[in-house]
């Protein structure tokens, strides 16, 4: 009877520890869907225009999917941002070069940045060529902020929790 209790609480200490693990990978699955709902970024074409819908995520902005010079990343869109703003070490991963510094007014206050070009930058099926942007070193994780030197490019129509991107 001791050899059987001597192996029971083993395997059950692994196995709730495999249940918590599965817990913990489906509620940061739901997470992630709540920050990021547009994890699959689909274009339809209407006419001669390129057409990418987005979802609000929880918090009200427009996060998606999507890819510099063929890398996978994540934009968050920012109409308030003069340029495509880069995190310093996602920039050095994608293989950006830092050119001239400059200085740049964000919400934290006045940051120095680098100015750079982006060869490809992609969202849906929509590519544009040669998109100024800046490498701002002191800007904390892997998300870029999409601002005006690639939106100004689009025609941008909110309805709703719905923002259409038409090229």
Do not use: C
């Amino acid at each position: 009877m001791s050899s059987r209790s001597g192996f029971g609480k083993p395997f059950m200490f692994i196995a709730w520890g495999l249940a918590l693990a599965l817990l913990v990978w489906f509620f940061e699955d739901k997470l992630q869907q709540q920050f990021n709902p547009n994890q699959q970024v689909s274009t339809q074409q209407l006419g001669n225009q390129l057409v990418v819908q987005l979802e609000q995520n929880r918090m009200g902005h427009y996060v998606a999917k999507g890819r510099v010079n063929g890398q996978p990343v994540t934009f968050l869109l920012d109409t308030g941002a003069t340029l495509v703003a880069i995190p310093e070490p996602l920039a050095q991963r994608l293989g950006l070069k830092k050119g001239r510094q400059g200085m740049s007014q964000t919400a934290n206050g006045r940051v120095i940045t680098y100015r750079t070009v982006i060869d490809q930058l992609q969202l849906g099926d929509i590519v544009l060529d040669d998109v100024q942007a800046s490498i701002t070193p002191g800007m904390d994780g892997d998300i870029i902020l999409l601002g005006m030197s690639a939106l100004k490019q689009f025609e941008l129509t909110q309805k709703g929790d719905t923002l259409t991107i038409r090229y």
